[in-house]
């Protein structure tokens, strides 16, 4: 695709712009195949973030350059792109509300791309056909080692947490956070938006008594160093997480990445579990979507 070429994505046009940009100086990654990528992994993504109000994390000049998240994009989105008002109270730009991008279909998802949007982050809640809030659908354990703790260590705390998901009747399902870290995720039902935070914060607190020596529940940064942080407060409704198959900013275009459960309980390393855009592309003929058990009707109840 030439620079500025007007293209048509199942029937919406729109204009892309810098393919030939490099992205991931490290890599040589370019635009363009971010974009190709995207497209590319629609099929598996789009269910995850469908009805999720989108924020954008944009890096206009690469992943070496300077980075701004994007809520609000009733300024320049094309009139297809759906919306919805999100308020946001207490934002750093002064705005009690926001229009949000829903990424419904490819179109979208590659308007997203083409404004070099390489990471895509959702809450774990979804909005109504008429805008409102849903209560969660999602739990969320945010594994995050302190140095020298790495992903391997993650692991170990992801296999004891699944257990103890287990005991309360609640399955999980891991993906690597494309950074340094782990995601586990379990599909639930609640009418509170407070239930998850507050189920999450009691498990991370149970795991800190259990195994002091890994693992931290409290955010501090100086209870940190060689343990893992369950950051139990990603359930919060007003913050999100990195959705899966997402690209990240990192040197290389790593992926946030689902995993089995063999492949935490084998991981030895910190590049075990390191995934770039053309390994997902590769995992996917042979694992298919590994987190589609998260799109489930039937949720158990917390």
């Not at 782990?182 to 998850?196: F, G, H």
Request: hydrophobic share 35%; glycine share 6%.
């Amino acid at each position: 695709m030439a620079e500025g070429q007007l293209v048509e994505v199942e029937g919406r046009r729109l204009r892309v712009s810098n393919l030939d940009k490099v992205l991931y100086p490290e890599d040589g990654f370019t635009k363009g195949e971010v974009i190709d990528y995207y497209v590319r992994v629609a099929p598996v993504l789009l269910p995850h973030v469908r009805d999720r109000p989108l924020t954008l994390k944009r890096y206009p000049n690469g992943v070496e350059g300077n980075s701004f998240f994007e809520k609000d994009v009733s300024r320049h989105a094309p009139d297809w792109v759906r919306t919805v008002c999100i308020e946001t109270p207490g934002s750093s730009r002064g705005a009690e509300k926001a229009d949000f991008a829903l990424v419904q279909d490819l179109p979208t998802l590659v308007w997203a791309a083409n404004l070099a949007s390489l990471e895509l982050h959702v809450p774990q809640w979804t909005v109504g056909p008429r805008g409102g809030e849903r209560a969660p659908d999602l739990l969320v354990f945010d594994l995050d080692p302190g140095s020298p703790a790495t992903i391997v260590e993650c692991c170990r705390v992801a296999l004891r947490l699944r257990d103890v998901l287990a005991e309360d009747g609640y399955a999980a399902y891991p993906k690597t956070s494309g950074s340094k870290g782990l995601q586990l995720y379990s599909p639930v039902r609640t009418r509170s938006s407070e239930r998850t935070s507050e189920y999450a914060k009691r498990l991370a607190e149970r795991l800190e008594r259990e195994l002091p020596e890994l693992v931290v529940s409290r955010m501090a940064k100086r209870l940190r160093p060689g343990k893992v942080l369950i950051d139990w407060s990603q359930n919060n409704p007003k913050k999100t997480t990195v959705a899966p198959y997402s690209l990240r900013a990192r040197p290389a275009p790593t992926v946030s990445t689902p995993v089995t459960w063999d492949e935490v309980a084998a991981c030895r390393r910190p590049g075990d579990l390191v995934y770039t855009a053309d390994d997902v592309l590769d995992r996917l003929e042979e694992h298919g979507d590994l987190l589609e058990p998260l799109l489930a009707g039937h949720r158990p109840r917390l």
